[in-house]
């Protein structure tokens, strides 16, 4: 067998092992935001992670009507935090000054999800738990079970650890899935795509 047959024979495992009641009720939860709470969406990612939160962001606010935020798409002032007060707090601080409330939801991405003890994605942790004290929604599309997002979000699709060499492209290439088909949901989609 082929590398790339291996790979994909991954990516079906996966796909058919994804846990798709958890996946409508992430479909429940940005529809409530928008529809009922009248609230945002912060999407919030490192590395892969954060290219895929820009992404979601325009599929959320043109397909959904949802209004939605990635920190990370403001480079400007993700560097000057960085650089005077370290990345620990860059989306806990962006997700202050937009007075984030319980009417919003905080979408994390990301492949671990962040972890205190190794001292991993600690701006994630950050933000979530700022999110806890303003009661907002907290969800998530991550790859580890064992993760502070995983275990600590009101929701959260843990894409299946298939093969554990390949967590972090399987992780992040299943985030796009995960968010098309929350942006192509009846719930969600209010406008059609081009093609």
């Known amino acids: 067998m ?3 047959d291996l790979y994909f024979n991954e990516v079906i495992d996966i796909a058919s092992s994804i846990n798709t009641e958890k996946v409508e009720t992430l479909a429940n939860t ?3 935001t928008r529809d009922v709470s009248e609230g945002r969406v912060f999407i919030l990612g490192v590395g892969g992670s954060a290219g895929n939160a820009s992404h979601m962001v325009n599929d959320l606010r043109k397909l959904c009507a949802i209004e939605a935020y990635a920190p990370t798409d ?3 002032e993700l560097s000057a935090r960085t650089n005077d007060e370290g990345f620990d707090t860059v989306f806990e601080e962006y997700l202050r000054i937009s007075k984030l409330n319980y009417k919003d939801t905080i979408f994390i991405l990301s492949v671990g999800g962040g972890d205190e003890d190794r001292n991993v994605s600690v701006g994630l942790i950050k933000a979530i738990k700022y999110a806890r004290s303003k009661d907002a ?3 998530g599309i991550v790859g580890k079970s ?3 997002t995983a275990n600590n979000a009101d929701v959260c699709v843990v894409v299946p650890p298939i093969e554990p060499k390949r967590v972090t ?3 992040e290439a299943f985030q796009a899935v995960v968010w098309h088909c929350l942006v192509s949901h009846p719930k969600l989609q209010i406008h059609q795509t081009k093609w």
């Open 146 to 148: 064992d993760g502070y």
């Open 137 to 139: 929604s907290i969800v």
């Open 169 to 171: 492209p399987h992780s």
């Open 30 to 32: 940005l529809a409530n």
């Open 2 to 4: 082929s590398f790339s």
């Open 74 to 76: 403001n480079v400007s």
